[in-house]
């Protein structure tokens, strides 16, 4: 039976959780800005030895793969690496996103009613999104949006959406006087949904290289100069 860790730091939680086969045997989460590298090798190591393992013990590491913040997924990324390389086990990547559509679908009754649309807050009126059905099967494609009163008025004159994540709120606000609009509140990144679909991939064989891996970024990142009066 696998042993997997799972690993969420693509915002501000910094969530780890541990599944033997299909079941979870614990999971830690620091919701502290800022926190992830100073925290999250020592959170492994704690829940692991709590579980009654050792790292040797690790069958395979899953990783939140983004869209998400730069640093977090770099420092999920390269524990996660860092794991793999040293223990010679297989890494597997999850979309952030597809992990929070997984957590609103298991939640709702009959999910195949409707379309999900889970959100990032990606600063202003812009959010990292995507469409899935009930199977996350991709409806419409991963992708940085900028919201307005139109955004997504395709889908929601078809069919009701649920929209969920830090990101949406800023629709809710654009688009509340539509019936087919849903929103769930509340709903956060974490290591346990990254696991149960790293599961599936796990079963799968469907590994990443862990040499030449990177996370999904979506964006560039654009790095600015110091001006001279900050010299």
């Known amino acids: ?7 969420e730091t693509s915002t501000t939680v910094c969530s780890i959780a541990l ?22 090798t020592v959170m492994v190591a704690q829940l692991v030895e709590n579980c009654g393992a050792s790292l040797q013990d690790l069958s395979a590491v899953a990783v939140s793969g983004g869209p998400g913040s730069y640093t977090g997924l770099r420092i999920g990324t390269s ?21 929070l559509a997984a957590q609103v679908i298991a939640a709702t009754p009959n999910p195949e009613q409707y379309l999900f649309c889970p959100m990032l ?45 830090s990101g949406a709120q800023k629709l809710k606000e654009l688009v509340n006087t539509n019936a087919n609009a849903l929103f769930v509140d509340g709903v956060l990144p974490n290591a346990r949904a990254i696991g149960e679909l790293a599961l599936v991939k796990y079963e799968q064989a469907k590994f990443e290289d862990v040499a030449y891996y990177e996370p999904f970024y979506l964006k560039d990142v654009y790095i600015t100069s110091a001006s001279k009066s900050a010299k």
Do not use: W
């Open 19 to 40: 599944y033997k086969d299909q079941q979870l045997l614990g999971a830690s989460e620091l919701q502290i800005e800022k926190s992830h590298s100073s925290h999250i």
């Open 121 to 165: 807050d990606a600063r202003r009126m812009e959010v990292y999104t995507c469409i899935v059905d009930h199977r996350l099967q991709e409806v419409e494609p991963i992708a940085p949006v900028v919201l307005d009163e139109n955004s997504f008025a395709e889908q929601l004159q078809e069919r009701q959406v649920i929209f969920f994540g």
């Open 1 to 7: 039976m696998p042993l997997l860790l799972a690993l």
């Open 79 to 99: 524990t996660a690496k860092g794991l793999c390389f040293s223990l010679d086990i297989p890494l597997i990547e999850v979309s952030t996103l597809y992990g």
